[in-house]
Each structure stands twice: as structure tokens, then as C-alpha cells.
């Protein structure tokens, strides 16, 4: 009888201990901290930016980071690049005097291009954002059109050998029942003289919800940032084009990469869980894994409200420490 009175005292100790545990809390910072690590982690292992989206309802956390969908280097006859579907080509043909190896050549004439159906392969979703480089070489000065990624997003090349990028945004209707519309295309373009005839140049547009930037050679050329609102991308719905149209571009393409922003999967805090309102929206990290300085101010917290009112912070340092 005594032994069965002190077991049952030791057991009854112990499971009011546990009960004093408070597993939600730990389990609501964890959530959070592996989130921001997986980003993180995500922008140092692709030497890209990352970020995480933060749910309308304040318990979800997405991760997101660029992904590569497709290359083309122009080697063989078949310009084999993303996915197996054949090209369309109109004028178009190999050089050998490309970047590096063989190059698109698209010679004087009327819509000389290149087409690629990327439109019919649903992994082309750039509504989140997305990153477009090509090295191209100019033989003929005139207003032109590069690229064109189905209709949504591409570069062009002015006649004062400026290069401008321009992406279609995504405007939602004030009516609810109606439809969302493409929206005006924005642009940001180079200064004139930018482009040189003759000689190669290492263009890349990128888009990552609010920055737009055009980078000539490795070097910021033109941008535009919005903080506070955050733009979907218009859907690819046409083939990717390379020239075409009326004044079709007379010159050298090579090395074209095409990447979007991914979202990976979502951590969802515990019931009774939510992030605070002085949280943003998003939480941006650059390529290096440091916090985006160009979105955040300097390091901050994330903090988690308990339905009763108590909070836990998670600490987001400048070089990117979780802690």
C-alpha cells in the first residue's frame, strides 16, 4: 500500500509538470524559425534572393526563392533548350561566332525569329516574379524587339542603344465577379549608348514582386522599386520569341536562362497562433543570405501572439542570423 501511495505521487507530479508545458509556444518559434532558415538557406545555396510571404491569415509561411525552368545555349540545329517541344524558326540560324560557342543569328528581314512553346508547359509560372538573361550582340542599330517570354515579359533594344526591360502586371478588378485584366506594361530602360554594334553584352531582368531592375554587363542599369504594393506578373499565354515583328532585331542571341520565383512548402503555426501585425507581409533575404536592405530598414523581430495574450519573438539579424 505505501509503495502504491508514492508511485501514484511521483506519477501524479509528473503529469502536472507536463501539463505545465507549454509545447505550443516552443512549436509556434520553431515554425518560424525554420521557415526563415529555408529561405535563407535557399538564397545562399542558389547565390539568388529569397524571401518568405507571410499568409492574410498570419499563420502561414511561405518560403520562396528563383528556380531555373530553362536554358538555351544554341549549340545544335535543333536549339534544344527547356523541355522537348521543337522550335519554330523563320530566318533565323547558327553562328559560330557566338558568346561562347554557337549563337542565334537573326540576319536583316521581316520577322525573322525564333519561337519556343514554352506556353504549353505549365511549370512556366512566373506570376510571382522572374529573372531573364541573354547575351546579345547588336549588328544594326535600330528600336527592336530581343526577347519576348509569351507576351508577359521581355527586352528590347532602342535605336539610341538603349536597352529597355518591360514586364505585364496583373490588375485586379474592383468588381469582384469580374475578371483580373493585363495591365499597362512598365518599363525600365538604360541609358542611350548602353548597347554597343558588334560587341557582346550580358543582359538580365529580374522581378521579385517589387523590384524591377535591368542589369548591363553584371551592373545595375535601370530599376524600379515599390515597396509598399506587390504586382503579379501577367501568365504566359504566347511562345517565347526571339526577334520577330515589323523591326525585328539584327544581331547575335546567346546563353538565354529563364527562372521564376518558386514557392516551396508551407509552415503553418499552431492554433491559437499568429504573427502580429508589425510583421511584414514579406521577409526578403539577398543573394548572399544577409536581410534585403532595399526592404528592410535593419534587423527586426518577428514576433508570435498567443490567443492569451502573451507573445515570442524571433530575432532576424542584418547578416541574416535567426535566433
Not at 71 to 95: I, K, Q
Not at 306 to 318: C, K
Amino acid at each position: 500500500m505505501l509503495v502504491l501511495v508514492l508511485v501514484g505521487l511521483v506519477m501524479g507530479a509528473g503529469l502536472g509538470a507536463f501539463a505545465g508545458l507549454d509545447l505550443s509556444r516552443a512549436q509556434a518559434t520553431d515554425i518560424v524559425r525554420g521557415a526563415l532558415r529555408t529561405a535563407r538557406g535557399g538564397a545562399v545555396a542558389r547565390r539568388g534572393p529569397a524571401r518568405v510571404r507571410i499568409g492574410q491569415d498570419r499563420r502561414t509561411l511561405v518560403p520562396l526563392g528563383l528556380t531555373v525552368l530553362g536554358t538555351w545555349h544554341f549549340e545544335t540545329a535543333d536549339l534544344t533548350g527547356a523541355g522537348s517541344s521543337p522550335a519554330s524558326v523563320a530566318g533565323a540560324r547558327l553562328t559560330e561566332h557566338g558568346y561562347l560557342g554557337n549563337a542565334l543569328e537573326l540576319p536583316a528581314g521581316t520577322d525573322v525569329h525564333a519561337s519556343f512553346p514554352v506556353h504549353t508547359d505549365p511549370a512556366f509560372d512566373f506570376a510571382d516574379g522572374f529573372s531573364l538573361e541573354c547575351t546579345i550582340a547588336a549588328d544594326k542599330t535600330g528600336s527592336a524587339h530581343v526577347v519576348s517570354v509569351g507576351g508577359s515579359f521581355g527586352l528590347y533594344v532602342r535605336a539610341s542603344g538603349a536597352v529597355r526591360a518591360w514586364f505585364v502586371p496583373v490588375v485586379d478588378p474592383a468588381d469582384f465577379h469580374a475578371s483580373p485584366r493585363p495591365g499597362d506594361p512598365l518599363t525600365v530602360e538604360s541609358r542611350p549608348g548602353a548597347l554597343r554594334p558588334g560587341a557582346w553584352t550580358r543582359a538580365r531582368a529580374t522581378y521579385d514582386g517589387r523590384r524591377f531592375a535591368l542589369f548591363l554587363d553584371g551592373v545595375l542599369a535601370a530599376e524600379l522599386f515599390e515597396p509598399e504594393e506587390s504586382r503579379k506578373v501577367w501568365p504566359v499565354d504566347e511562345p517565347l520569341v526571339i526577334g520577330g515583328g515589323k523591326r525585328s532585331f539584327v544581331g547575335r542571341v546567346d546563353r538565354l536562362v529563364l527562372s521564376a520565383w518558386v514557392a516551396g512548402d508551407a509552415w503553418e503555426l499552431p492554433e491559437g497562433t499568429q504573427l502580429a501585425a508589425s510583421v511584414p507581409d514579406e521577409i526578403a533575404f539577398d543573394a548572399s543570405g544577409f536581410i534585403d536592405r532595399r526592404v528592410h530598414e535593419g534587423p527586426f523581430a518577428i514576433t508570435v501572439v498567443f490567443d492569451d495574450g502573451r507573445e515570442e519573438a524571433v530575432a532576424l539579424g542584418a547578416w541574416g542570423t535567426i535566433e
